[in-house]
């Protein structure tokens, strides 16, 4: 049973030290429980800030515990009357192989899914934070402008497929032309910037010719910096995520914009929400299953996954989706479905 554990909590970016991968026994399942074999393990920014003790929604991973995370298990071993051995679940087991469960948690998956890692992706957490994110707090009306960025992401990638659904003009920023290529092509964006270019700044206002009606915020930093001064009066923000400084160790350089923020946020008289997608809409999650799987199925909502082999490359591929170098849904494949 290997098991990657929290070694040190990293200063600004986490390295390979902070993490250590041990071997420990399986784990045997007692009375009441069942053992559950990792098969697809989630990486998700959010675990950044999990691995650091300052204050936040969520309580951090103990020094020499497992990581946290999502995974989609195969049942191996049932002492439980409602689970049998072959069931397939969707658990938080964190990243390991293996894990015994009461149960207590797991969401039962169709054990013949096709595709079960989608169940952490377009079907799962991310999807459900673009869907509940964009339409709630969004309110996208047709003909609005959407800007959205990391795009071609897990999240992203979603918030753009469903504003187009809802008839809206769909402006992307990714990093590099690849990946703009793709929102563009397969995903059916209007436009999509590269935020590395040179001129980023002048590239997005040229796509929004006619300002922002509603930015998704996942990254903030730069790409923020360059959003603000085109958002519409009555603009829309939800504030998803901020991973541009989740590696921050100090407030950015530069002047202070906060004055910026809060006189841009009264003249425009912009709709600013931050929200955490189980804590705030967890009860609306069939409403959201239910339209996704059909979205999915009709194709109307495609998806990309980026799939690493192997529980030992986790970190790597973690470290990795911090710098942008993941394309489409990061997914570790643990073990054999
Ligand atoms: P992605 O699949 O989008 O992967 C992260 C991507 O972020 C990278 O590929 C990269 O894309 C982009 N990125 C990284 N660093 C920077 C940077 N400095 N500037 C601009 N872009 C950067 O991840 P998710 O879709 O899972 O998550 C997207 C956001 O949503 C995150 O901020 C996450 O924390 C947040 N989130 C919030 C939830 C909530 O409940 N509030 C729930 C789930 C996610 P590129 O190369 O295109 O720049």
Redesign the pocket.
């Known amino acids: 049973n290997r098991r990657i554990l929290l070694h040190s909590r990293p200063k600004g970016e986490p390295s390979a030290e902070n993490f250590q991968l041990e071997n420990a026994e399986t784990p045997v399942p007692g009375e009441g429980e069942l053992l559950l074999r990792t098969v697809y393990l989630s990486l ?3 675990m950044r800030g999990r691995m650091s003790d300052a204050e936040s929604y969520a309580e951090p991973v103990a020094l020499n515990e497992v990581m946290v995370g999502s995974t989609v298990c195969r049942v191996e071993k049932s002492n439980h009357a409602e689970f049998a051995t072959g069931d397939l679940v969707l658990s938080q087991s964190g990243w390991q192989d293996y894990d015994v469960s009461d149960g207590t948690g797991l969401i039962r998956l169709d054990p013949q899914m096709k595709h079960p890692s989608l169940a952490l992706g377009v079907l799962g ?2 999807g459900f ?2 869907f509940m ?1 964009l339409l709630d707090i969004g309110q996208p009306q047709a003909g609005d402008t959407v800007a959205v ?9 979603v918030v753009g497929q469903v504003a187009k659904l809802k008839g809206c003009r769909v402006v992307g ?4 032309s690849e ?1 703009c290529e793709f929102a563009v092509q397969e995903l059916g964006f209007d436009a999509c910037v590269d ?1 590395h270019a040179a001129n980023f700044a002048d590239q997005l206002t040229a796509a929004c010719d006619k300002g922002i009606d509603v930015y998704f915020e ?6 923020f910096d360059a959003v603000l001064p085109l958002l519409n009066t009555k603009a829309r923000m939800p ?6 400084h ?1 590696n921050d160790t100090e407030l950015p350089p530069g002047p202070d914009r906060l004055t910026l923020l809060t006189q841009t946020i009264l003249i425009k008289r912009l709709k600013v929400q ?7 809409y967890g009860s609306r999650y069939n409403e959201f299953i239910e339209t996704m799987s059909g979205w999915v199925e009709d194709q109307k909502v495609k998806f990309r996954e ?1 799939i690493v082999d192997g529980l030992e490359n986790a970190p790597d591929a973690f470290m990795g ?10 997914v570790v494949r643990v073990g054999k479905g």
């Open positions: 998700d920014p959010y957490m991310t934070t673009a994110g960025a990391a795009a071609t992401g897990a999240v992203g990638s920023v990714a990093g590099g990946k935020h996942n990254v903030g930093g730069k790409v504030v998803c995520g901020l991973i541009a989740y931050g929200f955490i997608i189980f804590d705030d980026d989706m911090l710098k942008g170098k993941n394309f489409g849904k990061l």
